[in-house]
T-cell receptor
């Protein structure tokens, strides 16, 4: 059974800093991995999707990397802004095109201080 | 292009009652998954529907059931509500999971 751990659980930094959020998963036989952000009481917004054959994906100030063999992914946020404050969740999709659903950890709760 | 639409946004029910939540997938998506998210936790997979069939189920009791319609929209039904069913229920759609999932804004269910 897939288990996902995200470190740190919470992070509070002044704006402008570069950040790294870590995600580890126990079963490396994944189809892809998706990073999401969630604002309080809201749904999930997809940030980046990395296919199992890829090493990284970039979107604006965000860069996600994937090391499938070691069961790790990182989300790098450059030049953080107060609007980046949210909970960040990673979710590996297991082989089979995601039929087993996504497995989530508890996320990293990020606060960017103005 | 509308994303995933869920209704209602909020709901209050009494223990023992039944509830139905609704989801319309993103245009072009044919697969719908449901998740339960308790406060302070990550979402937990309930089940997934494809071609009007339940394709996979997570660790949830039979009180949780669903349906997918020919237009790919879906319903989640929960019978005999318990206080512990209070949570944010999220619907996600995909094209068989190949290109990731799109989530709706959720339905906040409170059981009193």
């Amino acid at each position: 059974k897939q288990e996902v751990t995200q470190i740190p659980a919470a992070l509070s930094v002044p704006e402008g800093e570069n950040l790294v959020l870590n995600c580890s998963f126990t079963d490396s036989a994944i189809y892809n991995l998706q990073w999401f952000r969630q604002d309080p009481g809201k749904g999930l917004t997809s940030l980046l999707l990395i296919q199992s054959s890829q090493r990284e994906q970039t979107s604006g100030r965000l860069n996600a990397s994937l090391d499938k063999s070691s069961g790790r992914s990182t989300l790098y946020i450059a030049a953080s802004q107060p609007g980046d404050s949210a909970t960040y969740l990673c979710a590996p999709a297991e082989s089979g095109g995601g039929a087993d659903g996504l497995t989530f950890g508890k996320g990293t709760h990020l606060i960017i201080q103005p | 292009d509308a994303g995933v639409t869920q209704s209602p946004t909020h709901l209050i029910k009494t223990r023992g009652q039944q509830v139905t939540l609704r989801c319309s997938p993103k245009s072009g998506h044919d697969t719908v998954s449901w998740y339960q998210q308790a406060l302070g936790q990550g979402p937990q997979f309930i089940f997934q529907y494809y071609e009007e069939e339940e394709r996979q189920r997570g660790n949830f009791p039979d009180r949780f059931s669903g349906h997918q319609f020919p237009n790919y929209s879906s319903e989640l039904n929960v019978n005999a509500l318990l206080l512990g069913d209070s949570a944010l229920y999220l619907c996600a759609s995909s094209s068989q999971g190949a290109y990731g999932y799109t989530f709706g804004s959720g339905t906040r269910l409170t059981v009193v």
